[in-house]
């Protein structure tokens, strides 16, 4: 009886031992192996994909590009038209099952992050990321196919209001835009792009900036936001404060550049216009001494002759074609003035007579490489 009780013991125990060989067994022919992936034959640019009324769609406003480029790869975010990078060096790719992983190594750090990737659809391009450490698997289509997960919008209307006047201040993160129709708006960008005919997009990083809904005023120093908002054009001397990027449609070089002058010629001035074309000194009024004849003589050593309008109006032809005209008998930069240097092609300088500082000199230097063959 006793032998009969221990033969069904060791039975038990036998059958349970082959349980857990099989268990055993089964568990580790279930286990993927992990294999070498190739990245060359891998898509090279990803765009995330987001939903819109449950559909998965390519958002313009926010959105990521993944790129792979040799051992880097490369995370590319946009946001409200800023942009920021994140690149890493790939340490290795392998793939378990159909998950690729791509291990990464952070420029500039020490640890390593990891890139899991599955496909949703590959005849479609249409594949998950996960990131390290993140537990939500994010959408991307393949760039080629980026197109097709766009959704219908009207486009952006380019403005038909030209910039006039265009302030940066980064102290303050400060960005303004004046248009020509009298309305200002701000910018969460640091820069706005403008075209070479001096137009922008008017998206959603631009918003009408007024006070007490009022639009901006142009005086001879300053402009003026509704009552108090007040953004000044020169310092104490009347050169342009650094902030202004644009004043009077033209872009500020320098910061001794005249910004008074009209770009439209009236039909009953044209006859009373005297045509600046060539490199000179200009002085403005007729008076005579040792300032004026020391100017003369200092500008005379550098190949530039002095003149004196023979008119109220002047114009300059500026190196696009365009022509300025501007009226000897209005202050330039807030104040009177009484001699201007011209480069052909470029805006005229306020120049002294009375002797220039080491700022000025300098300006002055600049000014008259820009042409690109050196000093006269």
């Known amino acids: 009886m006793i032998n009969l009780q221990e033969d069904k013991l060791a039975m038990k125990k036998t059958i349970l031992i082959l349980s857990l060989l099989a268990l055993i067994a ?24 987001t939903k819109e009324n449950g559909k998965l769609a390519a958002c313009d406003s926010s959105f990521e590009i993944l790129k792979i480029e040799g051992n880097k790869l490369i995370r590319i975010y946009y946001a409200r038209g800023e942009q920021s990078d994140f690149e890493s060096e790939i340490l290795a790719s392998y793939q378990i099952g159909d998950t ?22 590959k005849n479609k391009g249409l594949a998950e990321w996960i990131f390290n450490n993140e537990s939500n698997a994010e959408a991307f289509i393949v760039n080629e196919r980026v197109a097709e997960y766009q959704t219908e919008k009207v486009e952006k209307q380019q403005t038909k209001k030209k910039v006039k006047y265009y302030y940066i201040n980064n102290d303050h993160n400060e960005t303004v835009v004046f248009f020509d129709d009298g309305t200002a708006y701000q910018s969460s960008n640091r820069e706005v792009k403008i075209d070479a005919a001096g137009y922008v997009v008017l998206d959603e990083s631009l918003t009408e900036r007024t006070w007490e ?29 650094p902030n202004w990027i644009i004043i009077n449609y033209h872009e500020v070089s320098l910061p001794m550049q005249i910004t008074n002058f009209e770009t439209k010629i009236k039909k009953n001035e044209k006859s009373d216009i005297q045509e600046i074309t060539e490199t000179c000194l200009i002085f403005i009024t007729p008076e005579t001494g040792y ?36 009226d000897i ?18 805006i005229p300088l306020v ?26």
Do not use: H
């Not at 294999?35 to 990803?46: A, C, M, N």
């Not at 809904?213 to 404060?241: H, S, T, W």
């Not at 530039?304 to 005209?325: D, R």
């Not at 300098?362 to 690109?372: A, F, N």
């Open 351 to 376: 120049v002294s007579i009375s002797g220039e500082s080491e700022e000025g000199i300098e300006i002055i230097e600049e000014y008259l490489r820009e042409s690109g063959d050196g000093m006269p």
């Open 26 to 49: 089964n568990s580790c022919g279930s286990k993927k192996e992990k294999t070498p992936f190739d990245l060359v034959t891998f898509p090279s640019e990803w765009r995330s994909l």
């Open 100 to 121: 690729i992983v791509i291990s990464t190594k952070p420029t500039n750090e020490e640890f390593v992050w990891e890139y899991k990737f599955l496909w949703l659809d």
């Open 291 to 326: 300032d004026k004849n020391n100017t003369a003589l200092f500008y005379e050593k550098m190949g530039i002759q002095a003149i004196e309008p023979q008119t109220q109006y002047l114009s300059f032809v500026l190196n696009s074609g365009e022509k300025i005209v501007i």
């Open 329 to 346: 008998a209005k202050k330039q930069n807030g104040k009177t003035y009484k001699a201007l240097l011209y480069r052909t092609g470029q």
């Open 213 to 241: 809904g009022a639009p901006y005023r142009v005086f001879p120093d300053a402009l003026i936001i509704g009552k108090i908002e007040r953004f000044e054009f020169f310092n104490e001397i009347g050169n342009i404060i």
